[in-house]
C-alpha cells in the first residue's frame, strides 16, 4: 500500500495507478504518455465523472505540451527519480504558478524524501508519497524544520516570515 | 558589513539543527551513504583523502575580526590549528571529524558564519572584488548586491538540486580582480545613461575539463530585474543540463550545444513569462541591505609618502603588499599567505587571532579573502603602515611577493584532495625555493603562477599566465605547462599547452627556462603576459624543453 503524505497526515492512497485493480469509479493515475496516446478516451472519461483522472510526469517529458488537458486533470504527480534529480522543483513551480494548476500536485519516485520535503512544499507539492523504508513521523516534522524563508513561494504552514516577495 | 537580522540569525540556526539530525540520522545508519552525501554537500562537508573536509563560506569574502576570531577557534579546537583560505573566498578545515561538525556549524552560527551550499550541486557561495568598495576604479560597490544574492540564493526552494554547482560572482570595476568570466555567471554592475544601476550579465563561463570564458547576455540588466532574470537563467539551466554526465552536466556546456544566441532568447522569453511570480527586489530592500556597506568613519586626511627614509625591506613590502585606496591617506594591504616554503593560502590560529587584533586597532575591524589567497586589511591609515609592517613581518605575513612569480595560487593537491592526479604543494615549495631571490623575482614584475593537481582545476591553471596541471603518468606524478592566460586587467584568456608533461623534479627548471625566454625577449618595461601575446608561446615552447628532450 502506498503511504501518502497528505494535510499532517499519513495515509494510504486512493488512487490507482494503470495496470493496478481499479474499477471505472476509482481515481486512476495514467503516465502522460498514455493521456496523448488515447486522449479522448480518457478525457470523456475524466469528464462524465465517472472516475477522476490524474497524470503521472517524468522529469524528461514536456511540461507544456500537458497545459491544454490540465483543467481536466484532478492531479499531477511529478516524478523525483533519485536523490540528485531536481528537475521536478521547476515542474511544481510551474504547474502551480504559470499554469495555475489548481488540482492536487504531487511528488512520488526514490528521491521523495523527508530531507526534500520542505523545498518540495515551497514549489507547490501538496502530497508526497513515500518510498518504503522512509520514517513517516519524521517526514512529517521535516515540514516544519524551517520557519523563515527568503524566496517567494508556496506558503507552508508555520512559516512567519519571508524575504523577497513576487 | 553585512549584520544578521533576526530572521537571517533563526534560518542558520535552524539549519544547524536540520544538519545535526541529519549527521546523527547518518551515523545511526538511518539515512545512506548516498542521501547523507547530498545534505552534507550543501553544508560544505567532504569526504577527503584523509578526513573530512569542511569548506565555511565566507560571503565575497568579507570578515569581520570577530569572526576571524572564530575560524581561529574551531581551527584550533577542532582540527590541526590551521585553516586553507581559497580561491573563492572562503575558508577549508582540513581535518574536522565527522561527528563534531554539527558542534563547529553551531559556533560558526554565533558570530553569523556558517557552510551553506559551500558545496554540491547548488548556488554556491557568492564572490566579489577584494577591493570592493575601496578601489578607485570601482563603478559602485557591488556587496550589497552580492548579499541579496546570498539571500536569495540560500535555501532556494526550486535551485538547490541544480544538474552541476554553480557560482556567481559580481565585480564592478573594469579590472575584473574576481575572474568573473570564469563563472556560471559574472555580474559586472554598471549605470546606465539615467545613473540607474544595473549589470551586464554573461553566461557559462568556468575551468574544468572543458575551460571556456562566460559570455554577454544581456547588456543591461536593470537592478529591480536581478533576482528575476537569475532565476530565468536557473530555470533554463535547471531543466535542459544534463545529468546524465557529470562532466558535461555544467550550464557552459547548456550554453555551448545551444549556442549562444539560443540560451539568451530562451532566458529572455524565461523570464518574460515568470514575471508574475518572480522575486521583486524592492527598493526599501535595496535601501537596507545597502545601508550595512556604508562607508567607515574615515578621517580627513592627506596622501603621505610613507616609505620615503624607510629601510629598503619596507619599501619593498609597501610597493608590492599595498594598494591604493580611494580615501585619501588611506591604503589596503595584503596579509601576505604565501611566504616560502609555507602552503599556499594557510594560516595558523595564532596568525588569525593576531590579524584580527591588528584589524581591530588599525582597519575598522574588518579583513577581506582575497581571490589570490591572501587576506587584506581594506583601510589601513598611512600613518599606521610602518607599526602594520612590523607586526605583519612578526607574525610571517609579509614576504614582499604580492602579484610576483612566487604569489602563486594552488589547490591542496594530492596532500589533501581525494580528487587529485598529483601534489600541488611540494611543487609550490620548489618554485619558491628556485626563485628565492627577490632583486630577481622583482625584475620579472607581475607574473601570475596557478597551478592545480587535477583536471578540475581548482587552482586555476587555465588562466594562469603560467599554468601548471598536475597529472598521473603510470602512477607518477607529471605536469603540464601551459602559457598566456589571464583573467586580469579586464582580458580573460586561456593558456594555451606548451608540450608534453614533465616530472615534478623538473617544473622548477621549466618554469625558470620560460621566464630567461621573457628576460631576453622582452621589451623596454614589457610584462610577461604582453611579452607573451606579442611574441607568442613558440620561443618559450622551444627553450623550455631545451635541457630536457627526452620529456614525453
Redo the contacts between chains.
Sequence with gaps: MRRILKRHEVVADEWRLLGEDASDADPIIIPVAELRKDTEAWLTRARSGTGRLGVSLAPTECLESLADMLPHLELVAVEFPN?????G??Y??LLR??LRFKGELRAVGGGV?Q??IF?LA??GFQSFELPPGE?AAEALAALK?????????APVDGIR?Q???? | MYQYDELDQAFVDQRVAEFRDQTRRFLNGELSEDEFKAVRLRNGLYIQRHAPMLRIAVPYGLLASSQLRMLAAVARDFDRGYGHFTTRQNMQLNWPKLETVPDILERLATVQMHSIQTSGNCIRNVTSDHLAGIAKDEVDDPRPYCEIIRQWSTHHPEFTYLPRKFKICVTASPEDRAASLTHDIGLHLKHDEQGRVGFEVFVGGGLGRQPIIGQSIREFLPLPDLLAYLEAILRVYNRQGRRDNIHKARIKVLVKSLGVERFREQVEAEWQAAREFAPKLEAAEVDRVRAHFDPPAYETLQNIDAAAGREPEFQAWYRYNTREHKVPGYRAVFVNLKRHGENPGDMTSEQMDAVADLADRVSFGMIRVCHNQNLLLGDVRQDDLFPVWQVLRALGLAMPNIGTLTDLIACPGLDFCSLANAGTLTVAKQIQQRFSDLDYLYDLGDIEIKMSGCMNACGHHHVGHIGILGVDKHGEEWYQITLGGSVNGGYTALGEVIGPSVPQSEVASTVERIVEVYRSERLDGEQFIDTIRRVGIKPFKEHAYATYPEAA
Excluded: E, I, T, W
Design positions: 536523490v540528485g534529480d531536481g528537475r522543483f521547476s511544481g513551480r504558478d504559470r524524501k530531507d526534500k523545498l515551497r514549489v520514517n524544520r524551517y520557519d523563515v524563508v527568503y524566496q517567494p513561494g516570515r524575504r523577497f516577495f513576487a
